[in-house]
């Protein structure tokens, strides 16, 4: 076995730029495994370990006001395990040195103790004193951002009341991993706050003495949430409440378990992507490895060795391959699994965050890699082994030919003897060439695959905050305010236009399925909030009947036309049927749409909002806010920049840096495929260019037959990689579409330019490489054979 090692090391030198080609593949295939798997255990452990150590609750409902004899009762419902009832307020906060408005939200826990349900974490300080009403405890997050500690103070606004806030301490809540404010999507630590203070303070400062709006509950094991929720909207309905939602539902661990689900599909999806063209490429590889060697097979097999150890001969040299990929694929994955934990600590807050490369993640990615070096060379492996000595020493017999029709039209004649070369080589090895150019599409597709999202989520930001979002600022009411407001609006410093919307929590059914959403009920024809068609065109809201994003609409199996069961959560409860009217594509969020006034008589009121929009001038702002901050009924304030500047930075810190680093790979893996393949054809016909030279050739024609070859199939190659980067962009877009927000499957001119770009930049660099090679042809060596 010493010569066939021997063999080996000079196999692995003499194929270098093949061997580190095809290792870079891998890495890239490991990377991503590595990356993906090692955040999703990361999230997952935190996720599990706060949830457990700090008692997270199973079932959440908000209401008007019930009294506290109340939570007797709603004990005795089977399968509850713990209840915890608690005051919640809407609060306007303002922090010295920071103009802009600043929303929070305001919870009650027992006067001087953890609550028994969602226990705060403490990073600093201590729970309010029991006797103190003026001290809170400020969640980390927006501490950090606008830079208080323990001991500062603050101005709020409570139940319509000025109040001075002492901070006491500074915690995290498993309740708000993922910080965001009410019909926000993305946090904003700068402007949006969860503060927790004493029940026995914020009850009389809510004129709630004993009673509560809002209880948790926790559920014994094994027991039906659905009938728990069912009991308890039961109990609830007569007290104002507006629906009881499971822990699946809550907003924080709704938005971490998409991330996780959508780093599962990206721990499937992104890897299989990568490691399929390893395969791919191994096989090519050994393949032609193979049948240059088939030679050398002969002679070992004649010497005495078995079939075994020539397999094992080149399923070793497979294996160093995988290998040396596999641990640049761990150390990459390592280093960029390092890199996210920062971005994800931003986004979402746990106590502690282990991003560690565990040892079975590590076997996990080698065995991966080797079942795709497996499936890439098995066949190739086979037929060197089953190949007969005599048949393998003598040279594989001559093919018989014909002219094509390219070699017998007129265009075929009055082309060089060089380029004919080059045309009747490839049309009379179709199945090599095709399998080339495959390899070539292959990398340009990665390639496409890596920058079509960045232009996908321009388009996403687009036309979000250019077509849909064309308000200012966005006002939130504490509760259903009469339309007149809208007029005292448009007195305000600044303000040029006034919209209003109505809100409607519901729960919509269609046989089997159901969603939570809301119900935004609109002007017919609204100018500050856009409904879009498929064209991206404005749409008008008809008189009766639903709009529905497409994303709902097709979780709930509705088509215009068809009736939806609307289970209203607000005020006077009820269940009604009503058509669908039309779709709407929205890339952000999900909702369903009415005309204000007929949402009005839905519900049995008056002309009541829920908020308003407002077209402003930009320069007034300081004075604006001046004036909201002295108007109770306004529960909040967001401006839309800040909105669209959070989503572009979640976006740049998340998926671009992501697809950044696939990008980066995919640009590394298209030069590898590329000179792999021209290193490949060097081999395969160097006899061939050596007997030309031999003939009288010049070098530059010699040179020409093989780079011309590497040209045409690069060229024709270009489609074909546009064509699979598209089905590669589809199956992604698919893959991680959610309900925060869907990456439309629009890839644009540039990144079909890109793509060719990378192939042939890659394609030039490989001419260079095998030019060099030429130049270096030993014709004497390449022109011995065996006789």
């Given at each position: 076995m010493r010569a066939l090692h021997t063999k080996l090391l000079r196999d692995l030198f003499d194929l270098k730029g093949q061997v580190a080609a095809i290792a870079v593949v891998i890495a890239a295939g490991v990377m991503v495994l590595i990356l993906s798997v090692t955040t999703l255990d990361a999230l997952r452990l935190s996720q599990t370990r706060f949830y457990d150590d700090h008692h997270f609750a199973h079932v959440f409902a908000d209401l008007k006001r019930a009294p506290e004899g109340l939570a007797a009762r709603l004990r005795e419902i089977p399968g509850v395990n713990r209840v915890e009832t608690r005051v919640q307020a809407p609060v306007r906060l303002e922090v010295a040195g920071f103009d802009e408005p600043v929303r929070g939200l305001l919870l009650s826990i027992p006067d001087g103790r953890q609550p028994g349900l969602n226990r705060l974490y403490l990073r600093e300080g201590a729970l309010p004193a029991p006797e103190r009403s003026d001290q809170v405890v400020l969640s980390e997050p927006f501490a950090e951002a606008q830079g208080l500690r323990a001991g500062d103070r603050l101005e709020a606004i409570i139940n319509g009341r000025l109040q001075t806030l002492t901070v006491s301490g500074v915690a995290l809540s498993p309740e708000f991993v993922y910080q965001v404010g009410p019909a926000d999507i993305l946090p904003d630590y700068k402007r949006f706050a969860v503060l927790w203070m004493n029940r026995r303070a914020l009850a009389h400062a809510m004129d709630m003495d004993g009673a509560f709006n809002s209880v948790l509950l926790s559920l014994q094991v094994g027991a039906d949430e659905a009938a728990v929720i069912e009991a308890l909207d039961v109990q609830l309905a007569r007290y104002g409440g507006i629906g009881a939602i499971g822990r699946a539902d809550q907003i924080s661990h709704r938005f971490l378990s998409e991330e996780i689900d959508q780093l599962r599909v990206m721990a499937v999806v992104l890897p299989a992507i990568f490691l399929s063209v390893a395969a791919f490429l191994l096989n090519l590889l050994m393949g032609r490895i193979i049948q240059t060697q088939r030679q050398q097979v002969a002679i070992l097999k004649a010497f005495g060795y078995a079939n075994r150890d020539i397999a094992a001969h080149y399923g070793l040299l497979t294996a160093l391959i995988v290998v040396a990929g596999s641990l640049l694929g761990i150390g990459l994955g390592a280093w960029a699994a390092h890199g996210m934990a920062g971005v994800y600590a931003e986004y979402y807050r746990f106590p502690q965050t282990s991003f560690r490369l565990e040892p079975r993640i590590v076997a996990l990615a080698l065995f991966v890699s080797a079942c795709a070096a497996a499936l890439g060379t098995g066949r190739a492996v086979g037929r060197a082994v089953a190949m007969p000595p005599a048949e393998a020493m003598r040279p594989p017999a001559p093919r018989r030919f014909h002219a094509s029709w390219l070699e017998r039209s007129a265009l075929g004649r009055r082309l060089d003897q060089p380029t004919r070369m080059i045309l009747r080589n490839l049309l009379r090895h179709r199945t090599k060439a095709l399998l080339s150019m495959i390899g070539i599409g292959l990398s340009g597709g990665l390639l496409l695959l890596g920058s079509y999202q960045f232009g996908a989520i321009d388009h996403l930001l687009d036309i979000q905050y250019r077509l849909v979002m064309n308000m200012d600022l966005h006002l939130g009411f504490t509760d259903p305010t009469p339309e007149r407001a809208l007029a005292e609006l448009r007195t305000l410093p600044g303000v040029a236009y006034v919209e209003g919307y109505r809100n409607v929590p519901v729960r919509l059914i269609k046989g089997t399925r159901d969603y939570r959403t809301g119900i935004q009920g609109l002007e017919p024809e609204p100018r500050l909030r856009g409904l879009l068609d498929a064209a991206h065109r404005p749409t008008r809201l008809p008189p009766e009947g639903l709009l529905m994003t497409r994303f709902l609409a097709e979780d709930l199996g509705l088509a215009p036309g068809e009736e939806v069961q609307v289970e209203i959560m607000e005020g006077h409860r009820r269940t009604l049927r009503i058509p669908l009217a039309g779709i709407v594509d929205e890339p952000i969020g999900v909702s369903a749409y009415m005309e204000r006034r007929a949402l009005n008589r839905l519900m049995g009121e008056g002309p009541a909002l829920s908020g308003a929009w407002l077209m402003t001038d930009d320069t007034q702002h300081g004075r604006l806010f001046e004036r909201l901050w002295e108007v109770p009924r306004v529960a909040g304030i967001g401006v839309i920049a800040d909105a669209e500047r959070q989503f572009r930075d979640y976006i740049d810190d998340t998926v671009l840096v992501t697809m950044s680093i696939l990008l980066l790979m995919a640009g590394s893996i298209t030069f590898a495929v590329v000179y792999s393949n021209a290193r490949i054809?060097?081999?395969?016909?160097?006899?061939?260019?050596?007997?030309?030279?031999?003939?009288?050739?010049?070098?530059?024609?010699?040179?020409?037959?093989?780079?011309?070859?590497?040209?045409?199939?690069?060229?024709?190659?270009?489609?074909?990689?546009?064509?699979?980067?598209?089905?590669?962009?589809?199956?992604?877009?698919s893959a991680m579409a959610m309900d925060m927000f869907r990456v439309p499957f629009i890839i644009s001119r540039q990144s079909y330019a890109f793509s060719a770009a990378g192939v042939l930049l890659a394609s030039i660099l490989s001419v260079f490489a095998v030019a060099r090679l030429l130049g270096r042809l030993d014709m004497i060596a390449a022109l011995k054979t065996i006789e």
């Open positions: 054809a060097f081999s395969e016909r160097s006899r061939e260019l050596a007997t030309l030279r031999v003939l009288g050739f010049s070098r530059a024609e010699v040179s020409w037959i093989l780079i011309g070859e590497i040209a045409v199939l690069t060229l024709l190659a270009i489609p074909l990689g546009w064509l699979i980067g598209t089905g590669f962009a589809a199956l992604l877009s």
